[in-house]
C-alpha cells in the first residue's frame, strides 16, 4: 500500500483559503504580527468546521515582559501588536465571531526569556540562555514553571470551540 504525504499549502491567508475545514485551526506567533487582528481571527473561524476548535498562542511582551525587550530586543518588540497580546481581546472578538465556548483564555508559564538578537555581544547572549536555563531547571525542580501571570508568562493563550 502506497502512503502519501501531503504537502504543505502556501497561500495569502488574508486573500485566500485552503479548499477544506479543519476540526482544529492554530496559530502561535502569527496573529500579533498584524493591526487588523479582528480579519485574521476570522480567516481562522473560517477554516474550522462546526464543532471544532481555534487556537490561538501569542508571546506575552506586555508588562514585565515588555520591559525585558525594552531593554534587549527593542526591534522584536516593535514588530509585534501588542494589542493581541490581551487575551480578554482575543477572547472578546473570538465570541464576537461566534464562539459557542471559551475553553481556556490566559496566560502559559511562569517565566521565560529569551531573544531574536544575533547582534548583541556572545557574552550577553550566552548569559540570557544560561539564566533562562538555570531559572527553567530551578522552576521545575520546585514545580513552580507553569504559575501563569499576565507579568511575566512568556505566552497568552485562548482556546475556543465552533
Not at 504537502?7 to 498584524?34: A, C, N, Q, T
Not at 538578537?117 to 531547571?137: N, S, Y
Request: with cysteine; charged share 25%.
Amino acid at each position: 500500500m502506497e502512503s502519501k504525504i501531503s504537502s504543505s499549502i502556501r497561500i495569502d491567508f488574508l486573500k485566500d483559503l485552503p479548499p477544506r475545514k479543519f476540526d482544529v485551526v492554530g496559530s502561535f506567533g502569527f496573529v500579533e504580527h498584524f493591526t487588523n487582528l479582528r480579519e485574521v481571527l476570522s480567516r481562522h473561524v473560517e477554516l474550522v468546521n462546526e464543532g471544532g476548535y481555534v487556537v490561538i498562542g501569542v508571546p506575552n511582551f506586555r508588562w514585565g515582559q515588555y520591559l525585558i525587550r525594552l531593554v534587549l530586543d527593542r526591534k522584536t518588540l516593535n514588530r509585534h501588536n501588542l494589542d493581541a497580546m490581551k487575551c480578554g481581546l482575543i477572547r472578546k472578538i473570538l465570541t464576537e465571531l461566534g464562539a459557542k465556548e471559551i475553553i481556556y483564555s490566559g496566560y502559559y508559564k511562569t517565566f521565560k526569556i529569551w531573544t531574536d538578537r544575533e547582534d548583541l555581544p556572545r557574552m550577553i547572549l550566552r548569559g540570557i540562555i544560561l539564566f533562562d536555563a538555570v531559572f527553567q531547571k530551578l522552576a521545575r525542580l520546585v514545580r513552580a514553571d507553569n504559575i501563569p501571570s499576565r507579568f511575566f508568562s512568556p505566552y497568552s493563550v485562548t482556546i475556543a470551540k465552533f
